[in-house]
C-alpha cells in the first residue's frame, strides 16, 4: 500500500477539519437546546436533565476534538482516544482536588511524624 506524502498544507487542513466538525458537534446543540430549555424551564422542571447534558457536552469539547483529529488522520480508535484525552489534559479541563504530590507529602508526613514506628521500621518520631 502507497502511503500519501503529508504536507504543510495537507496537516493543518486537517486540524482544521476535526476542530471545525468538533465544534459544530459539541457547541451548536448546547447552543440551540441549552436556550430552548431555559425559556421552558419554569413548566417543564425536567428540561434541567436537558440542560446539564448540554453543559457536559460543552465541557466535553477537547475531547471530541481530539478524537475528530484523529479520525482525520486516519487513526485507529485507541490512537484517537489518546489524542482526544490528550488535548483535555492539556486544555486543564481535568483537575483534582488534591494535587498528587500534596497526597505524597502528606502519606510521607503522616509516615515520618507518627508517635509509633511505621510497619517497614524505617521512619521514627
Do not use: H
Not at 486540524?15 to 459539541?26: C, F, R, Y
Not at 446543540?29 to 421552558?40: I, N, Q, R
Not at 471530541?64 to 492539556?90: D, E, N, R
Amino acid at each position: 500500500m502507497e502511503s500519501e506524502k503529508m504536507t504543510a498544507k495537507k496537516f493543518s487542513m486537517n486540524v482544521l477539519n476535526g476542530v471545525a466538525i468538533g465544534t459544530v458537534l459539541a457547541l451548536i446543540p448546547g447552543a440551540l437546546l441549552g436556550e430552548l430549555f431555559k425559556a421552558l424551564l419554569p413548566i417543564f422542571p425536567q428540561g434541567q436533565f436537558v440542560l446539564d447534558f448540554t453543559t457536559l457536552s460543552n465541557s466535553l469539547l477537547g475531547l471530541i476534538v481530539g478524537v475528530l483529529i484523529g479520525y482525520q488522520f486516519k487513526f485507529t480508535p485507541i490512537q484517537s482516544a489518546s489524542v482526544g484525552l490528550a488535548v483535555m489534559v492539556g486544555e486543564e479541563q481535568l483537575t483534582f482536588q488534591v494535587k498528587p504530590l500534596q497526597c505524597l507529602e502528606r502519606a510521607m508526613s503522616s509516615i515520618c511524624c507518627s508517635p509509633e514506628p511505621s510497619p517497614l521500621g524505617l521512619f521514627y518520631y
